[in-house]
T-cell receptor, first 112, second 113 residues
C-alpha cells in the first residue's frame, strides 16, 4: 500500500510571498505524483504533476520538486495571490494505474 | 467544469432511508472512483472501477454498494447509513494504463440524521 502525509495542516503567507507546501510518501515504487487544489464547496482540481523520472517540473507560477531519495514532494507557488487560498493535496500513484492515494491536505491562507 | 458531474450536490437522509449518488463523466475515461472526504482526514479511496469491473473495495461497509453500468456512469447506493457516514463523497475518473491525473466531480455533501 501507500501512506501519504503532509507536513503542515495550515500555512499562512503574505500576498506576494512564495509558498512551499510539502508532502511525504512511503512507497519507493511510487511513480506518479500530482498536486491538487480544493476550494471551498468544490472538488479537487489538478494543478501540476510529475513522473518519477523527473525531479522538477514547472508550470505557471507553480513548481513541483520530487526527491525520491527521501520520498518527499513539494509544491512551490510563486507570488502567492488571494485566489490561491485553498486546501492543497498531494496524490501518489504506485504501479497500479488505477489507485491514487492522498495526503490529508494543507490549508493555505493568503493574507492581503 | 471538470467533465465529471455528480448529483445531487447535497443530500440529507435518515438512517433507515435508501438513496443513490450518481456520477457521470464525459471525458472518455475508462476508470472511475468513489472517495470519501471527512473533515481533517485524507481522502479515503472507497471503490475503483476499471473498464467497468470493480478492481478495488477498500474494506467499505456493505451499506455502501457501488454500481458501474457503463464506463461513463457510476452510482453509489446507500442504505441504513450511520451518522458517521456524513461526509463529502467525491467521484473521479481517469484513463487506465497511463499516468494521467484523475478528474474530480464537485462532490455530494451527505448528512445522515
Amino acid at each position: 500500500g501507500e501512506s501519504v502525509g503532509l507536513h503542515l495542516p495550515t500555512l499562512s503567507v503574505q500576498e506576494g510571498d512564495n509558498s512551499i507546501i510539502n508532502c511525504a510518501y512511503s512507497n519507493s515504487a511510487s511513480d506518479y505524483f500530482i498536486w491538487y487544489k480544493q476550494e471551498s464547496g468544490k472538488g479537487p482540481q489538478f494543478i501540476i504533476d510529475i513522473r518519477s523520472n523527473m525531479d522538477k517540473r514547472q508550470g505557471q507560477r507553480v513548481t513541483v520538486l520530487l526527491n525520491k531519495t527521501v520520498k518527499h514532494l513539494s509544491l512551490q507557488i510563486a507570488a502567492t495571490q488571494p485566489g490561491d487560498s485553498a486546501v492543497y493535496f498531494c496524490a501518489v500513484q504506485s504501479g497500479n494505474f488505477n489507485k491514487f492515494y492522498f495526503g490529508s491536505g494543507t490549508k493555505l491562507n493568503v493574507k492581503p | 467544469e471538470t467533465g465529471v458531474t455528480q448529483t445531487p450536490r447535497h443530500l440529507v437522509m435518515g438512517m433507515t432511508n435508501k438513496k443513490s449518488l450518481k456520477c457521470e463523466q464525459h471525458l472518455g475515461h475508462n476508470a472511475m472512483y468513489w472517495y470519501k472526504q471527512s473533515a481533517k482526514k485524507p481522502l479515503e479511496l472507497m471503490f475503483v472501477y476499471s473498464l467497468e469491473e470493480r478492481v478495488e473495495n477498500n474494506s467499505v461497509p456493505s451499506r455502501f454498494s457501488p454500481e458501474c453500468p457503463n464506463s461513463s456512469h457510476l452510482f453509489l447506493h446507500l442504505h441504513t447509513l450511520q451518522p458517521e457516514d456524513s461526509a463529502l463523497y467525491l467521484c473521479a475518473s481517469s484513463r487506465v494504463g497511463s499516468s494521467t491525473e484523475a478528474f474530480f466531480g464537485q462532490g455530494t455533501r451527505l448528512t445522515v440524521v
